[in-house]
């Protein structure tokens, strides 16, 4: 399958073929969220780095999984790093691996799934680390690098750097209690209007949400 012939052009993930047969790639979820790679040439699955997609175990350990919520936004160059330890140890005194010991406990470590929750939008060349989560509603800056859980709403910049919130706490919680990503097609075309404007009260009413 051709990717990318213009810049315009992006990846369903929950519709591709080859998504839905990547072992690598949960998508329980994942309803209209897409990728952009027209820079990078590649389609979204080979942006998931390392992860055994015809694997389920190593050494009966499971291996890390990629998650993927609905209604998520992936520019181009955004990558996934999975695949555990790979054999570096960060506690020994050498994470050189020294061609994978033929140990076990040398040779493999899960470090947990990536999981993406709904409405994120990640930026430009960002990398997703293994064991991250990111909450809903997140936004990843360009070339962000995600090491650690992000909250809901948050917009990353940097190192896992916390520049500032989509909205305070209050809109956060209105935000998780609407969902509307859980909306069925028809509902989501009515609200479009409202989901794509500025008044969140005007869609927590929509929503049948009691508004104090």
């Not at 999975?82 to 960060?90: A, I, P, Y």
Request: glycine residues 10%.
């Amino acid at each position: 399958m051709s990717y990318f012939s213009h810049f315009t052009e992006c990846q369903r993930l929950d519709t591709d073929p080859d998504i839905r047969e990547h072992k690598g790639i949960v998508l329980a979820e994942g309803r209209h969220s897409w990728y952009n790679g027209y820079y990078h040439k590649e389609p979204f699955q080979k942006r998931v780095r390392y992860s055994f997609p015809e694997l389920d175990t190593v050494n009966d350990l499971p291996v890390d999984r990629l998650h993927i919520g609905n209604f998520c936004q992936f520019a181009s160059g955004t990558t996934f790093m999975l695949g555990g330890n790979h054999g570096h140890s960060m506690e020994a005194l050498t994470p050189h691996s020294f061609n994978f010991l033929p140990s076990p406990e040398f040779l493999w470590a899960p470090t947990g799934d990536i999981v993406i929750g709904h409405d994120v939008w990640v930026g430009y060349e960002s990398m997703i680390m293994s064991g991250a989560r990111i909450g809903n509603g997140a936004i990843i800056g360009a070339r962000a690098t995600v090491t650690k859980d992000v909250p809901p709403y948050a917009i990353v910049v940097g190192a896992n750097q916390v520049a500032g919130y989509r909205f305070d706490e209050t809109g956060r919680d209105l935000m998780e209690r609407i969902a509307w990503w859980h909306w069925d097609e028809d509902r989501l075309n009515d609200a479009m209007p409202l989901i794509q404007g500025k008044d969140l009260m005007a869609l927590a009413r929509y929503a049948g949400l009691a508004i104090d």
